[in-house]
């Protein structure tokens, strides 16, 4: 299901270290799963994409685990960035249907 | 190659009042999605289209909104007699035809209604 909130949890990293943003989803059917980058005042932006079929992927210091046993997502940031700052969205959608429910975020803030 | 266009950036209307919300997508892109988000909250779909053909429309609401993606031209995004909770920003997103599912975002347009 979809989560509402009024104030996003927010992870705060230092520069340098990993991060790690986690997402839970509720619909057992669904088999695709996007990771988006939203700053402020923006569009979200495309970061890494995995299929149910996959466990695990991997891009430009960023990783994406999923868990379907228990409907869990998580992505990973080498070395964050302070340009890495930013609200992260978890989205996903199901075979048959081509929109996306997106989960409520997690602000991610990089101290220098 | 352009991203997806969006426009107006920002739009004030009055309660009543029409707003009219333009996307253009990606090059090659066929499919058409709009999106609404409320500050602090994740994005909610509203319609998907295709070229003269509106495929899901289940989030949009009932009454005041409608949605087309014409032949020629942009998307348009529809809201008649605007109301106050209609303050959101609206995001358009496109994916090419050839059945990969990444859609990516526009801009958006930020709605305020006064």
């Known amino acids: 299901g979809e989560s509402v909130g009024l104030h996003l949890p927010t992870l705060s990293v230092q520069e340098g270290d990993n991060s790690i943003i986690n997402c839970a989803y509720s619909?057992?059917?669904?088999?695709?799963f996007i990771w988006y980058k939203q700053e402020s005042g923006k569009g979200p932006q495309f970061i890494i994409d995995?299929?149910?079929?996959?466990d695990k992927r991997q891009g430009q210091r960023v990783t994406v685990l999923l868990n379907k046993t228990v409907k869990h997502l998580s992505l990973q940031i080498a070395a964050t960035q302070p340009g890495d700052s930013a609200v992260y969205f978890c989205a996903e959608n199901q075979t048959g249907r081509r929109a996306l429910t997106f989960g409520s975020g997690t602000r991610l803030q990089v101290q220098p | 190659n352009a991203g997806v266009m969006q426009n107006p950036r920002h739009l004030v209307r009055r309660r009543g009042q029409e707003a009219r919300l333009r996307c253009s997508p990606m090059?090659?892109?066929?499919?058409v999605y709009w999106y609404r988000q409320l500050p602090e909250e994740g994005l909610k779909f509203m319609v998907y289209?295709?070229?003269?053909?509106?495929?899901?429309e289940s989030g949009m609401p009932k009454e005041r909104f409608s949605a087309e993606f014409p032949k020629e031209g942009p998307s348009i995004l529809r809201i008649q007699q605007v109301v106050r909770g209609d303050s959101a920003a609206y995001f358009c997103?496109?994916?090419?035809?050839?059945?990969?599912?990444?859609?990516?975002f526009g801009p958006g347009t930020r709605l305020l209604v006064l």
């Open positions: 619909n057992s059917a669904s088999d695709y």
């Open positions: 289209l295709q070229k003269e053909n509106i495929i899901d």
């Open positions: 997103a496109s994916s090419p035809p050839d059945g990969k599912e990444t859609q990516y």
């Open positions: 995995i299929r149910s079929n996959m």
């Open positions: 090059k090659g892109h066929s499919h």
